[in-house]
Each structure stands twice: as structure tokens, then as C-alpha cells.
């Protein structure tokens, strides 16, 4: 079994929905959290970053943590075609610099 | 530009040469760490440098790759003997600060084939 689990989708979805993504995971000194969005044949971008359980909001994009679950979701309101990408959740534990990624969830956005 | 930068872009190879995998974090950032993303997959941790210190290799997956950071700035993969199993998306990625994970930024990859 993977440390971080995700559903590769593909999800598809109409513009200006709301799109839920979820990752859950099975180490539990995993501490920080990442959100990063991944177009085609380029390299992942960092969205968004967190520690520890909560939320976090930027823009039309929220974090969740879930630590109690294992379990991490980010939220993307009034979507646009231009989010479509693959959205890859990443984590770590405290103390350690590596990050381990789930598959990636490939989201497209239609108009 | 002021993002990380790798070199080559795609490499092509015949099985059983050495090939050297060149990353330029950003400016100032501490810590460099290499990864591999194989189509469909998210990236898979290969090894990462605190300065010109290597901190963990335990992603290397045989002694045929190893890693280099010799200035503290620009670091090089390389994979001697390649195979085929090898081809894959090298990812090279910085952050500002060492101990913790930190915000990791991504550069464009090289994607390596092996023939």
C-alpha cells in the first residue's frame, strides 16, 4: 500500500463548479501539506501549503487538513477551463525535507 | 529567468552510456533535491543537498546513479550505465530553507530515454 493515496480521475467537470480533490495518507508524522497543480508537460507547481491540521484559503483556491482522518482535500470554487491540469497532493514529516506525492487527479474544466 | 532550470531539456541515449542531468536552483535557495516522475505518476523523492552536502540518497535506486552538489549552487545527476528501465521524467526542484520540507519549487525536467 502507498504512503499517500489519490484517485487519478480523470474528473471532469462544468465551468464554474466547485471541484473537490482528496488525498489520503497512512503515515501519521506526516506534518506539512502541499497542493500542486501539474499542466501538461510541465513542471508541478506549487498552490498551496499548509501545516498540520486546519484550512487554508487563497484566492478561489482552500486547503483542508483532516489529520485525525489522514485525510487532505483541496477546493477550487468557480472554476475556469484554465485549472484544468493534473492536481498532485504532496506531504512530509516533520523534521524531513523529502516529499512524497500521490498519482496526481487530471481535472478538466469544460465550457 | 529566476525559476530553477535543468539541462537538457530531453536527452536521448543508447543503453549503456553514462548520461549527466544538470539543475540550477533559484538564487540563494539552500536546499536542492532530485526527483523521478514516471507518465501518470506523481514525483518519486531520489535525493536532496542542504548546501553542498548531501543529506539523504535513500531514493537512489542502485549505485549506478549517484549526485552532486560540489558549490552548494548547481547540482549533477548522473547515471552511469543506463537502461532502458531508466527513461523517465528527472525532476529537479529548491527551497530556501533546509530542515523542514519547505515551499519546493519545481523546475521543467529532463526527460531521458533510453534506447
Known amino acids: 500500500q502507498k504512503e499517500v493515496e489519490q484517485d487519478p480521475g480523470p474528473l471532469s467537470v462544468p465551468e464554474g463548479a466547485i471541484v473537490s480533490l482528496n488525498c489520503t495518507y497512512s503515515?501519521?508524522?506526516?506534518?506539512?501539506f502541499m497542493w500542486y497543480r501539474q499542466y501538461s508537460r510541465k513542471g508541478p507547481e506549487l498552490l498551496m501549503y499548509t501545516y498540520s491540521s486546519g484550512n487554508k484559503e487563497d484566492g478561489r483556491f482552500t486547503a483542508q487538513v483532516d489529520k485525525s482522518s489522514k485525510y487532505i482535500s483541496l477546493f477550487i470554487r468557480d472554476s475556469q477551463p484554465s485549472d484544468s491540469a493534473t492536481y498532485l497532493c504532496a506531504m512530509s514529516a516533520s523534521g524531513a525535507q523529502k516529499l512524497v506525492f500521490g498519482q496526481g487527479t487530471r481535472l478538466t474544466i469544460n465550457p | 529567468g529566476a525559476g530553477v532550470s535543468q539541462s537538457p531539456r530531453y536527452k536521448v541515449t543508447k543503453r549503456g552510456q553514462d548520461v549527466a542531468l544538470r539543475c540550477d536552483p533559484i538564487s540563494g535557495h539552500v536546499s536542492l533535491y532530485w526527483y523521478r516522475q514516471a507518465l501518470g505518476q506523481g514525483p518519486e523523492f531520489l535525493t536532496y543537498f542542504n548546501y553542498e552536502a548531501q543529506q539523504d540518497k535513500s531514493g537512489l535506486p542502485n549505485d549506478r546513479f549517484s549526485a552532486e552538489r560540489p558549490e552548494g549552487s548547481i547540482s549533477t545527476l548522473t547515471i552511469q550505465r543506463t537502461e532502458q528501465r531508466d527513461s523517465a521524467m528527472y525532476r529537479c526542484?529548491?527551497?530556501?530553507?533546509?530542515?523542514?520540507?519547505?515551499?519546493?519549487?519545481f523546475g521543467p525536467g529532463t526527460r531521458l530515454t533510453v534506447t
Open positions: 526542484a529548491s527551497s530556501q530553507l533546509a530542515g523542514t520540507s519547505g515551499e519546493q519549487y
Open positions: 503515515n501519521s508524522a506526516f506534518q506539512y
